[in-house]
Nanobody, 128 residues
Framework: QVQLVESGGGLVQAGGSLRLSCAASGRTFSSDAMGWFRQAPGKEREFVAA????????YYADSVKGRFTISRDNAKIMVFLQMNSLKAEDTAVYYCAAKSRMAPNFYYYTVGAQYDFWGPGTQVTVSS
């Protein structure tokens, strides 16, 4: 099992920044990838960013490219999401997730159903 806990959410003005953290514990060494997803009120959950533990490649949703950066601390087994130039439409609950099995291509890392473990989420509210 993998346990995930997010932190760092809050209220910020449009144009501001926030840094989300995800602390992972448990059998994290067996996971293939980590991702961030978000869900706004009345909307479906959507992919934000992801990376694979085995490499340097990162994946981003088009809506956050150039504004958000996913990173990690291997020693502390933590994952971060630096969010800059925030917009009102970034308002959502943000979830950290762990994916156990390697996927054949980029697409699978953007699909929430491919992830096996989820944190409880942290609220991000961007005021316009």
């Amino acid at each position: 099992q993998v346990q995930l806990v997010e932190s760092g959410g809050g209220l910020v003005q449009a144009g501001g920044s926030l840094r989300l953290s995800c602390a992972a514990s448990g059998r994290t060494f067996s996971s293939d990838a980590m991702g961030w997803f978000r869900q706004a009120p009345g909307k479906e959950r959507e992919f934000v960013a992801a990376f694979r533990w085995s490499g340097e490649r990162t994946y981003y949703a088009d809506s956050v490219k150039g504004r958000f950066t996913i990173s990690r601390d291997n020693a502390k087994i933590m994952v971060f999401l630096q969010m800059n130039s925030l917009k009102a439409e970034d308002t959502a609950v943000y979830y950290c997730a762990a994916k156990s099995r390697m996927a054949p291509n980029f697409y699978y890392y953007t699909v929430g159903a491919q992830y096996d473990f989820w944190g409880p989420g942290t609220q991000v509210t961007v005021s316009s």
